[in-house]
């Protein structure tokens, strides 16, 4: 089985068309799976709706603690992308052995429709969570970085390898 942690982010945005702004209402991730016609053993919880550039360090170690408790091995977290990497370097620092815990994010709202990119990174982490050996990585664009080897290139809006 494959536990997925909801933690908020762009991912599950949504648009108020009156105000212009976005904002959570729920988490969209049970549709995206049945959409993809995931067919993988999951468990979805959801441990806050909270933007990355808000998360603190309380919020991590929610994260963490659930990390540490999940009785399986393979652990998705779906994030916001501006703080995604900070995350990823707090739960490498919490030295939780043996799982392989990937964090995953969008760009663009999966309420948006077809122009959000969270459909293809969903599936990409969840590939990738399957296969990776025990760590942390982050998985974007259809790659994956090891926690301490990614950076969001503001420019591009794509993550990339330090460098």
């Known amino acids: 089985m494959i536990q997925v942690f909801v933690t908020g982010g762009t991912f599950d ?15 969209h991730l049970q549709e ?13 919880k959801t441990l806050m709706m909270v933007d990355s550039l ?4 309380a919020d991590r170690e929610i994260m963490t603690h ?9 652990i998705l977290i779906t994030h916001g992308t501006d ?8 739960l490498h620092q919490a030295n939780i052995e043996g799982k392989t815990i990937v964090l ?7 309420a948006f429709g077809t122009s959000s990119d969270g459909f293809f990174n969903l599936g990409s982490a969840l590939a990738f969570v399957q296969t990776l050996p025990p760590g942390v990585y982050v998985v974007m664009n259809g790659r994956y970085f090891d926690w301490n080897n990614v950076v969001k290139n503001k420019k591009t809006g794509l993550f ?4």
């Not at 945005?13 to 988490?27: C, M, P, S, V």
């Not at 703080?83 to 707090?90: K, L």
């Not at 995953?104 to 999966?110: E, H, K, L, S, W």
């Open 32 to 44: 995206m799976f049945e959409l993809g016609r995931c067919t993988v053993d999951i468990d979805i």
């Open 13 to 27: 945005k949504e648009y108020n068309y009156i105000t212009g702004e976005l904002y959570f209402k729920d988490t």
């Open 160 to 163: 990339e390898e330090r460098g």
């Open 66 to 74: 659930n990390c540490r408790r999940s009785g399986t091995n393979k």
């Open 104 to 110: 995953t994010g969008a760009m663009i709202p999966y």
């Open 83 to 90: 703080g995604i990497v900070d995350t990823a370097g707090h």
């Open 54 to 57: 808000e998360m603190t360090d």
